[in-house]
């Protein structure tokens, strides 16, 4: 099977910063698409980050230019580098990796168990 384990959540002042790691482990032949969703209490889950295997980026506008998602393709490892962290960026982080187990198998997509970023004003 394959697990996400995610780290470096936490509290942290408006203006601060923070790194989300997520590392992918078991079963993987390729590791495909990563990415970061964040769900906030009552709101949907959302996009915040994705990153192909060829590193080709993707960012909403409400943090384009203060969120960086990178990954290490050694290490079955993805980053998001936050910086100026408001407020409103407090939620629950999501990792996602889509994962072939086989090199004929589909695609499947992986969650992390999630870890929580509160930012205080």
């Known amino acids: 099977q394959v697990q996400l384990v995610e780290s470096g959540g936490g509290l942290v002042q408006a203006g601060g910063s923070l790194t989300l790691s997520c590392a992918a482990s078991?079963?993987?032949?390729?590791?495909?698409?990563m990415g970061w969703h964040r769900q906030a209490p009552g709101k949907q889950r959302e996009l915040v980050a994705s990153?192909?295997?060829?590193?080709?980026?993707n960012y909403p506008e409400s943090v384009k230019g203060r969120f960086t998602i990178s990954r290490d393709n050694a290490k079955n490892t993805v980053f998001l580098h936050m910086n100026s962290l408001k407020p409103e960026d407090t939620a629950v982080y999501y990792c996602?990796?889509?994962?072939?187990?086989?090199?004929?198998?589909?695609?499947?997509?992986?969650w992390g168990q999630g870890t929580q970023v509160t930012v205080s004003s």
């Open positions: 996602n990796a889509d994962i072939q187990q086989l090199y004929y198998s589909p695609s499947t997509r992986y």
């Open positions: 990153i192909t295997r060829g590193g080709s980026t």
């Open positions: 078991g079963s993987i032949f390729r590791l495909n698409a």
